[in-house]
């Protein structure tokens, strides 16, 4: 196969995020030099022409990245510049979101993907990238998701995404020990995984929630989802309040990355069976993206040696920390 290159690339992101993609890419030294900018989609050229394979990066801020094809007048004059011989995703401004059109099917690993990214009435880009574990099976890296309406907050929607975003597998045997859990968004969503759940938080959960609640720790029943409030702040969380066989780590916490990954080494340490790490962080400014490398630094110190961070669809001023041993 001919090997497929463009002077330019382009990435889809969160509107309002556009800074700090470019401040994420410059901490990264690539030396990719920002080009056109809409909402939500940044051009980026370089001295040397870009392929499928020199994206094969995991940025942050990008919810896609292409190798441009161009721009077009046209849905289908963009959907010419790629050909007929790919999988084609649509990709859509509008209502302040960039969002993703259905999706035919799942890609798959290593398979190449068109994307038509409609910005205006008049103005198409297509591009190409290949599909690979680290990225969205979904056009624009948007499920589409609609949230139950008896989730008790948007976090059941974070940890949908995140699950799907990263194709996270959890088992009969996992247990999650969630921080700052109440009022029960990502509690519900495992347990409806059939994943049991250990809560910390003061505050009171959601009775939808506590529908799965048992008394004590140590009368959680086998083979069965259950749920346990530890009705305390993290930093007085001890070992006993969590028992055996802890294997994920979350946390949904209104606290800065540092406070978060503190207590994520402690937890750890208490609980060594600990195998996985799902943070959301949140920021008060997305700059703080150039802080990446010092997140990264904490989790390999704890034993951690797969780590991603993704800022997904339904994120805000937030993003996915995901670490595995």
Not at 52 to 66: F, G, M
Request: aromatic share 8%; hydrophobic share 45%.
């Amino acid at each position: 196969m001919k090997r497929i290159e463009s002077e330019f690339c382009f990435a889809l992101t969160n509107p309002g995020s556009e800074k700090s993609l470019k401040r994420e890419l410059e901490t990264m030294n690539l030396g990719w030099r920002p080009g056109y900018q809409r909402r939500g989609f940044v051009t980026f050229k370089a001295d040397e022409v870009f392929s499928l394979d020199s994206l094969a990066l995991d940025i942050a801020t990008a919810r896609r990245l292409c190798l441009s094809l161009g721009k077009a007048a046209t849905r289908e004059e963009a959907v010419n510049l790629i050909g007929g011989r790919y999988l084609i995703h649509h990709a859509l401004y509008a209502d302040r979101k960039m969002q993703g059109g259905e999706s035919v099917r799942k890609p798959e690993i290593g398979e190449i993907v068109g994307t038509v990214v409609e910005l205006g009435p008049a103005e198409f880009w297509a591009g190409l990238h290949r599909h690979g574990p680290s990225k969205s099976p979904d056009p624009a890296g948007d499920s589409g998701m609609i949230m139950p309406v008896e989730s008790p907050s948007r976090a059941w929607l974070k940890l949908e995404e995140a699950v799907r975003f990263f194709d996270l597998k959890f088992t009969p045997a996992d247990i999650v020990v969630e921080l700052g859990c109440a009022p029960g968004g990502v509690v519900l969503a495992l347990l409806h995984r059939g994943v049991p759940v250990i809560g910390v938080d003061p505050a009171k959960m959601a009775e939808v929630v506590m529908a799965w609640a048992i008394e004590n720790r140590d009368d959680a029943p086998n083979g069965n989802p259950w749920f346990y409030h530890c009705r305390k702040p993290a930093a007085l969380t001890s070992k006993r309040d969590l028992g055996q066989g802890v294997t994920w780590f979350m946390s949904d916490m209104n606290q800065s990355p540092e406070v978060v990954l503190k207590e994520c080494a402690r937890f750890c340490k208490m609980v060594p069976s600990i195998r996985g790490v799902l943070i959301t962080l949140k920021l008060t400014d997305l700059m703080q993206i150039a802080d990446k490398a010092q997140w990264f630094t904490a989790l390999t110190a704890m034993g951690f040696r797969t780590i991603r961070l993704q800022q997904l669809a339904v994120h805000h001023k937030e993003f996915a920390l995901l670490a595995m041993k």
